[in-house]
């Protein structure tokens, strides 16, 4: 009877505790639980239990017409750090489809000075910590995390293959890179990658000392990608000496990198639901509240092989639009059958004359060449070909550079600069000219 | 013996539950929990333990020199919802000494398109959940909370005590506050207050249709108020027609909030610790990336009387130092005790004399007073006097605004601007004059 009782005491205990320990994980808030159910579809409907009404008034407002096709999109944001962090939550809070992070770190109470990250996580890997709050945040989101250092030579195979399939359906690449890296090594990785692939990346930076950063769209073969120039910056006029050195701890602000953050991402919206006009290159300098803007066109002479490959296509793709638009002109004329002929033939042997009419970059860039790789990504099936137009042969980067703005180290010479503005002269003329003689057909 | 086994099954189910609540508990994040300890000193530390290495960097490279400072200081973040909310949590990770924090609101789903709240936290107040999260992240910094609505008569007068007492050692005002309010009465309030209480503020803002915000610093006497002209926002140059009708669901995204607050918590820093340029107005256009900034002085025939009286204790300040700077003069020259004593006479003579002098606005303004108000925080002591600087007086509200810049309404039309710009043009010149005589002795 005895140990009835005994037994009977301990139940009462731990019945008791067991009440206590429930209580305190009803009352406590669940960071990580469910905090919202999963909703199907977004709607706008006005009442304050749907977090995606805000959003979809942007339609009402004139400003977005399909604010719901944001569903359909992926992004892979490369870094989950200061600004990283905060642009996978403006994503997420604005109901992107599917997020991809890389990061190999882990949250110390040292990064509690920027947004996102709580005490409690140090010791996390940031992805982790970053998927578990994004997921509680919005679950409709799919999250894929990726805890590994891209920039090593497997992991960037790795890295390629899911940017390649990365797509909400898994069968086409992801919509658009995020680079919130904080070095030059994984930028560069960042650059090979999306120059191979042509994809499509946006990459942001702030400085050491925390109070400029910068935003730079790079579509490779159509702006300067990450290594056709020395990396801008937004210069500062803080005496030199008072900058970093090597091994010195850096500074950083919440607010800097939540102002990049949310250019970053406000720059992402409008590029992939076509509002407003995205900027190639946005710079903000703190001290002043001063913002400089430029145009970056591609380096000719880029060390990139890939990048040249996408100088080459782009100048087809636009040869391709060009023609297509004489051909228009012909169609529209309502000209004879015969005439119609004519002037197709002429504008096939002057496409297929520019193929192997002029020295290209190619020849430059071939001699660096191991071996020739012919891209599976390349949608037009062509070869690689001097169709560059004259107008983006002359590199802007070598121009001055907008107001505000400097190359983070010094441009090393180039011996070809040259060769090179004979070659655009010689191009522009034949190719006004042929123009002329087409257009006069 | 069967008795025994059944409760022995039931021990270990017990067990086994009160195992998996406990590890549930454990394994579980603690969002309110004690996150870290709380630390009594800023330290330069450069550990990965230490939450401010990051922001005390911020010395070494030369930004800032004293930023341990921060700590001395106490801001008022007034509206606690899409921009006040991250307002408040950048403050806290930079280590501000005391926040207090105002609004009236519940946290709702709806609010989830943008940072800071969370899905667990729907149904809670603004400014308890904000408390919670706040203290978690960072334990040392002060946070008081008022959940009332300011523009309530009591209420009016409550916000106006906690912010003339609202300084770290409740001894005095608060170091600045915030304005993240969205609606015209809460901003009027507040303009009020600080007119009254002679407070420095800052006004931010962001438009219905989410694609553009300002921040607008305001010292009375010597910026425009609130109410010197109808509010400037940025010109869109969005059709008029698809913007909000009365009763629509406003537009947001965290993108144009993160960076308005970043914005305002930025120049927050830079007038609290003394570094950069603190800017006057700041405006933020999303679809151009476009920032316009411009000047604004206060306006002679604003309608708040507290303004009125701030911009005569402003100028009053003004002539203090000019008279100063003219003595200054007088002893670097070394000059003979009579011509000293003659000087100081005649700037004595030539202050008393101003003060007599012109009609000056404040006749117009005091008719509409019911009663004359003395005020306790005036600090020279002195009537509401005429030493208006002329080129102050030509108000910059009635010029034509910075490009990108407009105001939210018409401004009615003032009957009373000719008299007023007669009154410049007479000040200008006998002030001129009186100058060149008193430099002249």
Redesign the interface.
């Known amino acids: 009877m005895s140990?009835?009782k005994e037994?009977?005491a301990?139940?009462k205990q731990?019945?008791e505790?067991?009440a206590l320990?429930?209580s305190?994980?009803t009352t406590?808030?669940?960071?990580?639980?469910p905090?919202?159910d999963k909703i199907a579809k977004m709607s706008a409907e006005?009442?304050?239990?749907?977090?995606?009404?805000?959003?979809m008034?942007?339609k009402?407002?004139?400003?977005v017409n399909n604010y719901e096709q944001i569903r359909d999109f992926s992004v892979a944001v490369v870094g989950v750090g200061g600004v990283g962090s905060?642009t996978a939550?403006?994503l997420t809070?604005?109901?992107i489809g599917k997020l991809i992070l890389f990061d190999y770190d882990k949250v110390?109470?040292?990064n509690?000075?920027?947004?996102f990250f709580?005490?409690?996580?140090?010791g996390m890997s940031k992805v982790e910590a970053a998927q578990?709050t994004l997921s509680?945040?919005?679950p409709d989101v799919i999250i894929e995390t990726h805890n590994y250092n891209i920039t090593t030579m497997a992991n960037f195979d790795n890295f390629m293959e899911t940017i390649r399939t990365g797509s909400i359906d898994g069968n086409g690449p992801v919509n658009l890179i995020l680079s919130c890296v904080d070095n030059f090594e994984a930028r560069m990785a960042i650059n090979d990658a999306c120059n191979e692939l042509n994809q499509n990346w946006i990459e942001s930076g702030v400085s050491?000392?925390?109070?400029s950063g910068h935003i730079q769209l790079i579509k490779p073969g159509e702006t300067a990608c990450f290594g056709c120039a020395p990396p801008l910056v937004v210069a500062e006029n803080?005496?030199e000496k008072?900058?970093?050195r090597e091994g010195?701890?850096?500074?950083?602000?919440?607010?800097?990198m939540?102002?990049v953050?949310?250019?970053l991402?406000?720059?992402t919206?409008?590029y992939l639901l076509g509002?407003?006009?995205v900027?190639e290159y946005?710079g903000y300098s703190?001290?002043?509240?001063f913002?400089p803007?430029m145009l970056m066109k591609p380096n000719p002479q880029c060390t990139g092989r890939y990048c040249v490959e996408r100088q080459a296509d782009y100048q087809h793709v636009r040869w391709i639009r060009k023609i297509k638009l004489v051909v228009c002109e012909v169609v529209n004329r309502q000209i004879s059958p015969w005439r119609c002929d004519l002037q197709l033939t002429s504008l096939y042997l002057f496409t297929f004359h520019r193929r192997n009419w002029h020295p290209t970059p190619k020849e430059e860039v071939a001699e660096e060449k191991e071996e020739e790789i012919k891209h599976d990504t390349n949608d037009w099936a062509i070869e690689l070909v001097d169709e560059t137009n004259p107008e983006d042969l002359v590199s802007k980067v070598d121009e001055s550079l907008a107001p505000g703005i400097k190359h983070s180290y010094d441009k090393p010479v180039e011996s070809k600069g040259e060769e090179a503005s004979e070659t655009v002269g010689h191009t522009e003329e034949s190719m006004d000219d042929l123009m002329a003689k087409l257009k006069g057909l």
Chains 1, 2 share one sequence.
């Open positions: 140990t009835i037994l009977k301990k139940i731990l019945e505790e067991l320990e429930k305190r994980n406590k808030a669940e960071p990580h639980g905090g919202r006005v009442v304050d239990s749907n977090p995606y009404s805000r959003l008034a942007l009402r407002m004139g400003i905060v939550e403006m809070r604005c109901g110390e109470l040292a509690m000075n920027r947004l709580q005490p409690h996580q140090s578990k509680f945040i919005n050491e000392n925390a109070v803080i005496d008072t900058l970093k010195v701890c850096a500074a950083s602000l919440p607010t800097t939540g102002v953050a949310g250019l991402v406000q720059n919206l409008k509002f407003g006009n900027t946005l703190a001290l002043q509240d913002f803007t």
